[in-house]
């Protein structure tokens, strides 16, 4: 059986609690210190808070250790990751090997930031103990079937959010601008920024562009090839997401995915209850770059987004006049008093409100850059976000009850669909019921009337029925359903979870440089351990990144702006990235399909 999971991000307590109520199958989140956004951590005990929660679903929690370490910092880190295993969490997500050197009680998942984008590669992650490998967003569908092929560790895909444009943990851009470090959990993201392109004489080919910042992520159509090729975890990105967006997106992807689900034989999700919700999901209303595949299928142009780095949000329509009233549209719409609208005109992003609608009229708050033919998206739609908001969301997990009675006590039994029991029983005088009918329909009334626990009733069975005050009936339903809650989790948290066990295994290189990173000497050693001869102090270690390529990635600005290489472009000199007195330059490996980015 074929176990498949939707995991979806987890800011704090209260988003990890609407993602488990919308049906993530596991949720991921940052502790205290150590994890790859510093705006989204947590203290031990809300973590503990979000297992509690979680396992009671049989839905897993893995924490976040996934920046790189300093030698002061070795002996934090590891209490940190100790306690968080006492906290009760499925697995750690680790970048630094200095994690495998640890003596930890608990699984490791290689994160994506190590690189997990060769059959080679992942192939060591799982010879040398790890438990899961998260692949790199760049991947196509080809690349996953050859990793899949070639092992047999659980792999675990992004399908939903934004997209790092260089190799996960290998982008010293922002280290390149400041002392800010995406290794480190503090990316300032000048990957979003505008950039000027020149050629080696210093003349403009194209200028105060967004020529690093990438579309964002959904594969929420390719779901069923993603698991046939292999792919066990289904990620959503986002721990700085607002509960709106987690709601949203994570009950479309557990309605596309259960449909993927029950077309296979042999497949099954991984946890257990069925979510409820009070609104449509759409992932166009939620925050989105303009939705792309990006290379799932290849390296292919029209990945960018040069006009803006912002969330343009879903179609309306294009502008057909202008006049003091407002503008008119080409196409009837649902545009309300309230919503964001943004239009790119003359390459600049404009945004705005709208205060009122009138048929295919719209007046806007303000109408600087408005002009015939420009395109207007809606980037917030104010009745959307207040139907999400207000949408009552449970998840139930089904029960069968069965109800004995004897002359002088009541058993009540109930058994949730794993196959966990419980059963509480009352002493009471019984007596023979004078109207059958009335009295079982009265019964299963009342032990259906579960209230705010997370269970619903599938099936009861009576057997013998005899009378008792429903008030008794009552009172040993609650006892048995909160026994039975106390039984789920107990349940839950004695799923055998394996230590992380380092086993003797080949690194796929030889030589690691600069851009591989090693900040510490756990890692250090680690890495020479296995094979490694050639170790280079890591570039977060170094004071300045000039002279150094500070991006790798499978992206190519080339090929973006249709000048590759390889298909006779207008222009095959030199290229360079310029922001200020910041300037690039830029690398293609042709033979790869790789481009690279140099600090000058």
């Known amino acids: 059986m074929v176990q498949v999971e939707l995991l979806a991000p987890a800011r704090d307590y209260d988003t990890a609690v609407d993602a488990i109520d919308c049906g993530a199958d596991a949720v991921y989140i940052g502790g205290a210190k150590f994890g790859a956004r510093h705006a989204a951590t947590n203290s031990v005990a809300d973590i503990a808070r979000t ?8 839905v897993k929690v893995y924490a976040t250790l996934n920046t790189l370490l300093y030698d002061n910092e070795l002996e934090e880190a590891r209490a940190q990751a100790l306690a968080l295993a006492e906290a009760g969490v499925d697995a750690l997500i680790v970048q630094d090997m200095a994690y495998c050197r640890m003596g930890l009680p608990i699984p490791l998942h290689a994160s994506t930031q190590t690189s997990c984008t060769t059959p080679d590669k992942v192939r060591f992650f799982e010879e040398v103990g790890f438990e899961r490998a998260i692949l790199e967003r760049a991947l196509s569908i080809e690349d996953i079937r050859a990793i899949r092929n070639a092992t047999h560790i659980e792999l675990e895909a992004f399908v939903h959010g934004a997209i790092c444009v260089c190799d996960s943990g290998r982008c010293f851009l922002s280290r390149s601008t400041s002392e800010r470090s995406g290794n480190r959990g503090e990316c300032s993201q000048p990957c979003r920024l505008e950039y000027d392109l020149e050629d080696e004489q210093g003349r403009k080919i194209i200028e105060g562009k967004h020529l ?7 594969l929420s159509m390719r779901l069923g090839e993603m698991i046939d090729a292999g792919v066990s975890s289904f990620k959503i990105e986002g721990r700085l997401k607002d509960r709106v967006y987690i709601r949203n997106i994570v009950s479309l992807y557990r309605r596309l995915l259960d449909k993927e689900i029950a077309c296979r034989e042999g497949v099954v999700r991984s946890s257990v209850g069925r979510s409820t919700i009070e609104f449509e999901p759409d992932a166009s209303k939620s925050f989105m770059r303009g ?23 879903e179609r ?15 196409c009837d719409h649902d545009l309300a008093t309230g919503d964001g609208v943004c239009f790119v005109s003359n390459g600049r992003l404009y945004g705005t409100n709208i205060n009122g609608v009138e048929g295919r009229s719209v007046r806007l708050n303000s109408d600087e850059g408005v002009a015939e033919g420009v395109t207007l998206y809606r980037n917030y739609n104010r009745h959307f976000v207040a139907a999400v908001e207000r949408s009552r969301i449970r998840r139930t997990v089904d029960v069968r009850m069965k109800v004995e009675f004897s002359a002088d006590a009541v058993t009540l039994s109930v058994t949730d669909i794993e196959g966990v029991t419980t059963t509480c029983s009352v002493a009471c005088d019984t007596q023979e019921v004078r109207d059958a009918v ?10 259906s009337r579960v209230g705010d626990t997370i269970f619903e009733v599938a099936d009861i069975e009576v057997v013998n029925l005899r009378f008792v005050p429903m008030s008794v009936v009552g009172a040993l339903r609650r006892e048995v359903l909160a026994k039975l809650l106390e039984e789920r989790i107990a349940h839950a948290n004695k799923r055998p979870r394996r230590a992380f066990v380092e086993r003797e295994a080949a690194y796929p290189s030889r030589v690691l440089t600069p851009q591989d990173n090693v900040t510490n000497r756990l890692a250090r050693a680690f890495y020479a351990d296995h094979g490694v001869s050639d170790i280079a102090e890591g570039l977060d270690c170094r004071a300045t990144t000039a002279g150094e390529c ?22 095959r000199g030199k290229l360079y990235l310029v922001r200020g007195s910041k300037r690039y330059a830029l690398h293609f490996d042709c033979k790869a399909c790789r481009m690279m980015v140099i600090d000058e």
């Open 51 to 58: 297992v509690e929660y979680a396992h009671r679903y049989g």
């Open 212 to 218: 690093l910042s990438v579309r964002d992520m959904n």
């Open 291 to 313: 939705a792309s595949e990006y290379f799932f299928d290849g390296k292919v142009r029209g990945v960018a987004s040069f006009d803006t780095p912002k969330s343009m949000g």
């Open 316 to 330: 309306v329509g294009v502008v057909t006049r202008c006049d003091r009233r407002g503008v008119v549209l080409d």
């Open 438 to 447: 009335r009295g079982e329909a009265m019964l299963r009334q009342q032990l």
């Open 550 to 571: 500070v991006m790798q990635s499978s992206y190519c600005i080339r090929r973006e702006i249709g000048e590759c290489l390889l298909q006779r472009p207008k222009y």
